[in-house]
T-cell receptor, first 111, second 115 residues
């Protein structure tokens, strides 16, 4: 059974902290993505990556960075967490143009 | 600029009846459309898709219709079951070297099927 695993289901962090969200996939997929889900706004793309060490900005990259040192792992970094980054974060991977496999999500609360 | 729009935040239907979820898009380059279903505290899961060369795709109780001239697609669920209660996201992708694998999602519609 193919999987995308996000390291934490729930996180509570303080304003100004550096936060790492980890995502690992076991499907040998080239493409990996980070989205955030907010009520009324749907899923918005933060960053994505087509290959190791490669990254591209999505629609809302401000305040975030990413790292992809290995094919199976894609990390999202909040350099200095702020309360407006409280959200559900979803990682996904895909092999081709069509269709993602999502992780279960990380509910991040910044206080 | 919301390129994929789901105008109904919520929909409530009776068990056994038809559920119709709607989605509009503005980017004429989109050539592939997908529906995802999301339960609380879980990631979205793929439900059904349609290519722009078709106008209908069916999978069991789920049918997606695409009207390219109107830039509109809809998901029909017949008959609706209480287990279908979830948030449904419409998504679209455009061909191209860098955007080919990137999906643009709508805001989602919360479907509630009442027993």
């Amino acid at each position: 059974d193919v999987k995308v695993t996000q390291s934490s289901r729930y996180l509570v962090k303080r304003t100004g902290e550096k936060v790492f969200l980890e995502c690992v996939q076991d499907m040998d997929h080239e493409n990996m993505f980070w989205y955030r889900q907010d009520p009324g706004l749907g899923l918005r793309l933060i960053y994505f990556s087509y290959d190791v060490k490669m990254k591209e900005k999505g629609d809302i990259p401000e305040g975030y960075s990413v790292s992809r040192e290995k094919k199976e792992r894609f990390s999202l970094i909040l350099e200095s967490a702020s309360t407006n980054q409280t959200s559900m974060y979803l990682c996904a991977s895909s092999f081709s143009n069509y269709g993602y496999t999502f992780g279960s999500g990380t509910r991040l609360t910044v206080v | 600029d919301q390129q994929v729009k789901q105008n109904s935040p919520s929909l409530s239907v009776q068990e056994g009846r038809i559920s119709i979820l709607n989605c509009d898009y503005t980017n004429s380059m989109f050539d592939y459309f997908l529906w995802y279903k999301k339960y609380p505290a879980e990631g979205p899961t793929f439900l059904i898709s349609i290519s722009s060369i078709k106008d209908k795709n069916e999978d069991g109780r789920f049918t997606v219709f695409l009207n390219k001239s109107a830039k509109h697609l809809s998901l029909h669920i017949v008959p609706s079951q209480p287990g279908d209660s979830a948030v449904y996201f419409c998504a679209a992708s455009a061909p191209g070297e860098t955007s080919g694998s990137r999906l643009t999602f709508g805001e989602g519609t919360q479907l509630t099927v009442n027993p």
